[in-house]
């Protein structure tokens, strides 16, 4: 099983550069879509249940450089991200499932920074509708 989980995060980076296997997102800069893309597709090959995998230990779900989500310990201390190795994905395909141990955590989002991005979107495109009228006059 070890032999194919790293064939096939092999064959999913090619051309990436070369990957930790100690830190795949890490060593790839994979974030957002690319890293759940990623995961989606190993869970697919290798018949894991995600039930238990938490994205926001591993990488950053939205594209970058939004980073709205933070992790906190149970006391409200920041909780670091926790790398994604090639001895995970083993483990996942070897037993069917994400069973990785995490520490007790909440999951926060930053709505300001939320609220910011829908702002900015919003102008954008009143801008662009407004630049539309003006090239059609």
């Known amino acids: 099983m070890a032999e194919a989980v790293a064939a096939f995060v092999e064959e999913?980076?090619?051309?990436?550069?070369?990957?930790?296997?100690?830190?795949?997102?890490?060593s790839t800069d994979w974030e957002g879509d690319d890293a759940d893309e990623f995961i989606d597709g190993f869970s697919e090959r290798f018949g894991v249940d995600l039930g238990g995998?938490?994205?926001?230990?591993?990488?950053?779900?939205?594209e970058p450089p939004m980073g709205r989500f933070r992790l906190l310990g149970p006391d409200?201390?920041?909780?670091?991200?926790?790398p994604l190795t090639l001895a995970m994905l083993e483990a996942a395909a070897r037993d069917g499932r994400w069973a990785y141990p995490y520490?007790?955590?909440?999951?926060?989002t930053s709505r300001v920074l939320g609220v910011a991005i829908w702002g900015l979107f919003i102008v954008m495109a009143c801008l662009a509708v407004i630049e539309l009228g003006r090239l059609m006059l």
Do not use: S
């Open 103 to 108: 520490p007790p955590h909440e999951v926060k």
């Open 76 to 82: 409200g201390q920041k909780l670091e991200r926790i």
């Open 53 to 62: 995998f938490v994205d926001v230990f591993h990488y950053d779900p939205d």
């Open 12 to 26: 999913w980076f090619r051309g990436c550069g070369a990957v930790d296997p100690d830190d795949i997102f890490g």
